[in-house]
């Protein structure tokens, strides 16, 4: 597994319990507002992951501090009793082959898992299902059909997201569902557009854009974003085609 990042403790990511979390190398899109570029673009060193802290050493580029399982597992081991899960997430963790060893070397140890995914890999999620190896699933929903390789900066198999949407509403795990709405990218009507894909799930949250951080598109670094009242609206939209919205 190639580690980008390692977050040591967090209450916020994985619901009701605590965490650590594995940032994965590299993702195979290019969302305009991903604000972890250092983990999507091969040989970037411009920032730091996440603006989070890290248990890299300091080797490798600035701000791309490399983990080496080793490094990591003895992490784990340590903190056994103190974390009660682990919070996978990218970049996009399902493009690397080993990700179910990885996962089971972590179970052995104890710890639940939370997987963070773009929804492209609908047969690894499945297999990682199957194999009743995640505990709690995140998938983002990037935007409405018509509008997902406008968002994501880059052409993706479209089937294969709605196949993950399929896969996770039927797993019978917790998950959530998440979309960052970025004006100029998502509007009130598109709202309603993802409502439709993933009508009836459990959750989803409408996160709020950020553009004080390195992002994948610094030109996004100009563009405000959404009111707290616009952002009450459309979770009124969302609303009506789930079970639980809220705005984080
Ligand atoms: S899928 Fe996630 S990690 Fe990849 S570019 Fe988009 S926001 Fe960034």
Known sequence: ???GGLQKFSLLDYPDHIAAIIFTQGCNFRC???????????????GKVSNRPSAGDGQGQKGHP???????FAFLDKRKGKLNAIVITGGEPTLH?????FIIKIR????????DTNGTNSQMLKDLIGRRLIDYIAMDMK????????VIGVKTDLMKIK??????MKSGLPYEFRTTVVPDLIGFKDIASIGKLIKGASKWYLQIFKSDIDLVNPEFNNTKSYASGEMEEMELIAKKYVKFCAVR
Not at 163 to 168: A, F, G, N, P, R
């Open 143 to 150: 935007g409405p059909l018509d509008k997902y390789e406008k």
């Open 163 to 168: 196949e993950s949407i399929t896969i996770i």
């Open 108 to 115: 052995k140890l104890g710890y639940k898992i939370k997987l």
């Open 97 to 101: 082959k080993d990700l179910p060893e």
């Open 1 to 3: 597994m190639i580690i």
């Open 32 to 46: 305009q507002f991903c604000y972890n570029p250092m983990l999507v673009k091969p040989g970037y060193t411009g």
């Open 66 to 72: 490399l983990i080496t399982e080793d490094d990591l």
